[in-house]
């Protein structure tokens, strides 16, 4: 088996290696999908679970149109993707709310909001303020001093685990290779074209085309492809509550209430380099906001709390990039596996399978935080 | 009155032999040292009410034993030393090492609050292993210990058609106890095997060291065998009942037998708790002959954070007089400690030590883990609280599910409530089994607090910590 | 299942789920309730079968109550008082279990 030549290998199992990974297998390439082990980083176990639209893009107006794009395509991929691996994703596309606890919070979303839309143009660009009895109603038990929130239809939440573990499945439905426990610490290209892997000396596996996702890992691995990827951790604390009857029928930037109909609570972002351990004021933070926002939340029970190191970029766009020095190698790197996992599904192993990014999506590569590079 | 203050010398989360002699020794020497305690009245679980039956119910002493007995003494001086003792409050977190300072989340009477130790003392005890069986789940199926629990702080006695299930000594003892209740068992299903040739061996090598204590477990063998119905090599054991318990099947020699009953008392012999210590980031391997995880311990108690100590069942399952003296090693090293923040791991174990491990190491060959409860069959639900099954946890595992952390993620178990407590031992020895590499290997739960039931309201409301150091940015985007 | 040895010498008077039971004063509201002939506690989160207490030491997290004034507690680890008011969990999962609903936008 490790001896096999694929015609792609992804090095990475988590929401970005894992869409990927499905995607080719979709595409009829034979695929390995190569992965570390238990106790790694694990960056995926810090999803929230939104697909997001509302508030994304703000000074790139691509980002927006690829959030949307990858939102618009949701409900197929998911269909897809359950019918295959008889596994429902907990998928909901009813629209999501944006909730600001206070009015300047609340006015400074609106004019970011503002000016999306006015970067949209012609394209359109679609939310409503949300405020008192009428928020009340589609947001029952909403806190009385919520200043207001903003609505946009195209906003839906999935379970982020079931989602990963449909994408795993369907990628070994389409006759893929999981290569756990195997961190890839050297990358050798071959003579031709292809590259081999290999970890702590053994040969894991040789592949034509080669797809770095591994998460933080990305930025030692593109070194030896000669891309750069300029990524750093970002802390993101979550918190789940135990099962409750009350109802939230729409996700929200903070709060969504899972089809198991236990409460997600987030919202928070640190940068404490590569520390996963929850913190008691962050956590403190995250419960004030929340009850604040519904405080029918505050009998219920916190089941966990947990941590985990999300991606970020400088601008918290993606970053996609191809090796100029090795063609053939990629990697690709963002902070919305979630919402993106869509069209990295079906557009981006495109991308792959053609052996180049398309022009109009080069917006994303690690290029554009050159300083030297002259607009 | 409970002492509200928010910082101490020393923190002691137990009021066990271990917990309660390190706090003694520690606050008789002039350290301010305060005691956690979860239960209403000290003791831990091994002395449990033990105060209470000497004031109101004298006339039980005998029958409870004088080793438990003995902790009375241990209780007054407790009293008498100094050390601040805090009844009914649960230790939701510790702090990680990340955090500026040590600190240890509390709930007491629904209100949340900091607590900041110089030091932390782990003396948490030990909890029985988890036994998954057909019908484990029902109402009327319990823990040996649990019935132990309620023979000492309350009235309450098992009805004539108790039966008892499992091994280990804790199974013999409490038989003994409900004995001089005047309640005989209907049946002791022993699910252990014949004594080996090593386990003989090493019998005698305690034998010679421990005499008392041998002869007595002997005695309570003999007991059971002769006067309660003791029914050895007992297989393919089954809880049946449709709302609750109503009878227990079982095996012995390939024939199947059936017992009507309402109560089903198990035990598979006891192993650290260690969801404390684990939460707290600290360092543990899996000890294959203990069959059970335990903190890596260096000296008496000094484990990889430097600011916590772990003592007695805790460390490793020793019982209550190896507590009482690891308890007051642990003290000096603290105290040691805490005068120049120096380790020293100076301190030679006692003969009586010594001679306590060779008993320890004789019961844990002649008791092993029962292998129908630690690999249960594929249709036993494992996860208590998700209702996960063996064969789940062995199929995710096939199709390549590394460890237990992911498998919360692929099947939800060890995501309810107990956080793991009920099915961790068990997930992981499957997910080795399957594997065929060994449980250390395959590691364990991260275990995140909360350790003990808080709610958003609790953790919203609680004052803010200390340090403000808030260095929280909230971002709008998240996904 | 269980028996009382002795009758109390310090009873305590509380309700479960609207009856009056009596109790020894510090005993557990599991010790409390097992002792009034109280089986099952509470019914399981995904299959809504009835459960009781396993451990009586807090590790299981089979018996849960809800305890007015007090919120949701582990009953093995709560001391039963004079007039305290107990009832199952209220916001169990009925057992048709959870659906999210989508409210329609008029």
């Not at chain 2, 510790?94 to 240890?104: K, V």
Request: hydrophobic share 40%.
């Amino acid at each position: 088996m490790t001896k096999k030549y694929f015609d792609v290998a992804v090095i990475g199992g988590g929401l970005l290696g894992s869409s990927f990974a499905y995607g080719f297998g979709q595409a009829g390439l034979s695929v390995a999908l190569i992965d570390e082990g238990d106790n790694a980083i694990r960056t995926a176990r810090g999803n929230f679970g939104l697909v997001w639209v509302q508030g994304k893009g703000e000074g790139m107006r691509e980002y927006a149109r690829w959030s949307r794009k990858s939102a618009d395509g949701w409900a197929n991929f998911s269909a897809q993707l359950s019918e295959l691996t008889s596994h429902d994703l907990g998928y909901h596309q009813s629209g999501g709310f944006n909730i600001s606890l206070d009015e300047a919070e609340l006015q400074q979303y609106l004019r970011m909001l503002e000016g999306l839309k006015a970067d949209a143009g012609e394209e359109g660009y679609e939310y409503e303020l949300v405020q008192g009895r009428t928020l009340a109603k589609y947001l029952p038990g909403i806190g009385e001093d919520v200043a207001g929130a903003t609505y946009c239809p195209h906003d839906g939440h999935v379970n982020p685990l079931y989602l990963l573990r449909a994408l795993q499945e369907g990628f070994s439905k389409h006759g893929g290779c999981y290569l756990p426990l195997s961190s890839i610490d050297q990358i050798q290209p071959l003579k031709s074209s292809g590259f081999e892997l290999l970890s702590e000396g053994r040969q894991v596996a040789s592949c034509e085309r080669l797809v770095i996702a591994a998460g933080h890992g990305s930025v030692g691995l593109g070194q030896q492809v000669g891309i750069r990827i300029p990524i750093y951790p970002e802390q993101g604390q979550i918190i789940v509550t135990e099962r409750s009857t009350e109802q939230l029928a729409y996700p929200t930037n903070m709060i969504r209430q899972t089809d198991e109909g236990t409460f997600m609570l987030g919202a928070s972002a640190r940068d404490v380099g590569f520390n996963s351990e929850t913190t008691t004021d962050t956590l403190q933070d995250i419960v004030r906001r929340c009850a604040s926002a519904f405080p029918n939340l505050r009998s219920l029970r916190i089941q966990r709390n947990w941590a985990a190191l999300r991606i970020m970029t400088p601008d918290g766009f993606p970053i996609y990039s191809q090796s100029e020095e090795f063609p053939g190698a990629f990697a690709f790197s963002c902070h919305s596996g979630v919402t993106l996992a869509a069209v990295h599904a079906q557009d981006v192993c495109r991308w792959v399978v053609d052996g180049k990014i398309p022009v109009d999506y080069q917006c994303f590569g690690p290029e554009r935080f050159d300083v030297s590079t002259a607009d | 009155m409970t002492t509200q203050l928010p910082l101490c010398d020393v923190a002691v989360i137990g009021a066990g032999p271990a917990g309660l002699t390190a706090a003694c020794e520690l606050a008789e020497s002039g350290r301010n040292v305060v005691v956690l305690d979860e239960q209403g009245a000290p003791g831990g679980q091994i002395y449990k009410g033990v105060e209470k039956v000497f004031a109101d119910r004298p006339q039980d002493i005998g029958p409870l034993g004088r080793e438990y007995a003995a902790g009375k003494a241990l209780m007054s001086r407790f009293r008498q030393s100094g050390a601040h003792y805090q009844p009914g409050v649960s230790v939701w977190q510790i702090t990680s090492d990340q955090e500026p300072e040590l600190a240890l989340g509390l709930i007491e009477n629904g209100l949340a609050r900091m607590l900041y130790p110089k030091h932390l003392i782990l003396a948490t005890g030990a909890m029985e292993r988890p036994t998954p069986f057909e019908g484990w789940t029902l109402p009327g199926v319990m823990t040996v210990g649990a019935a132990q629990t309620l023979l000492k702080s309350s009235r309450l006695l098992p009805e004539d058609d108790v039966v008892l299930a499992g091994t280990g000594p804790l199974l013999y003892l409490y038989a003994m106890q409900l004995k001089k209740f005047g309640i005989r068992p209907q049946a002791i299903l022993d699910t252990g095997p014949p004594l080996s040739l090593r386990a003989s061996l090493l019998g005698l090598r305690a034998l010679m060291t421990c005499p008392k204590a041998m002869f007595q477990g002997m005695r309570w063998l003999w007991s059971a065998a002769v006067k309660m119905n003791l029914i050895r090599g007992v297989d393919l054991l089954k809880a049946q009942g449709e709302n609750h318990l109503r009878s227990v099947s079982f095996e012995v020699g390939g024939h199947r037998h059936e017992l009507s009953t309402s109560l089903l008392l198990v035990h598979d012999g006891v192993i650290p708790n260690t969801w404390l210590s684990m939460s707290a980031g600290i360092k543990h391997h899996f000890n294959e002959i203990q069959d059970c995880w335990v903190p890596q311990i260096q000296g008496a108690g000094l484990t990889s954070r430097d600011c916590i100590s772990i003592v007695g069942d805790a460390a490793s399952i020793g019982g209550a007089e190896v507590a009482m003296l690891q308890g007051e090693r642990v003290a000096r090293e603290v105290d040691a400690y805490l005068e120049d923040h120096q380790r020293s791991e100076t301190l030679i174990e006692s003969w009586v030590l010594r001679r306590q491990r060779w008993m320890r190491s004789f019961i844990d060959e002649a008791f092993p883990s029962t292998a129908q409860f630690q690999l249960p069959e594929n249709d036993i639900v494992v996860c208590r609280c998700e209702e996960v099954t063996a064969g789940e946890i062995r199929t995710v595992t096939e199709r390549g599910c590394m460890g237990p952390n992911q498998g919360k993620a692929f099947t939800r178990c060890g995501m309810g409530p107990c956080m793991g407590r009920k099915c961790g031992l068990t997930v992981s020895r499957l997910m080795a089994q399957v594997r065929g590499v060994s449980v250390q290997e395959v590691g364990h739960y991260r275990i995140r607090s909360p350790i003990r039931p808080i709610t958003v309201g609790q953790l919203a409301d609680m004052e803010s910590s200390l340090n403000g150091d808030n260095q929280s940015l909230l971002s709008a985007d998240s996904s | 299942m269980f028996r009382l040895r002795t009758n109390s010498t310090d009873p305590v008077t509380f309700s479960f789920e609207g009856h009056e039971f009596t109790a020894s004063r510090g005993d557990t509201v599991a010790a409390a309730l097992l002792g009034s002939g109280v089986f099952i506690f509470r019914n399981s989160a995904v299959s809504s079968t009835p459960r009781a207490p396993f451990c009586m030491i807090g590790n299981c997290y089979e018996c849960f109550v809800q305890v007015e004034a007090m919120g949701i507690v582990q009953a093995c680890l709560t001391e039963v008082t004079e007039g305290m008011q107990i009832t199952k969990l209220s916001n169990s999962i009925d057992e048709h279990g959870m659906d999210i609903k989508e409210v329609s936008k008029e």
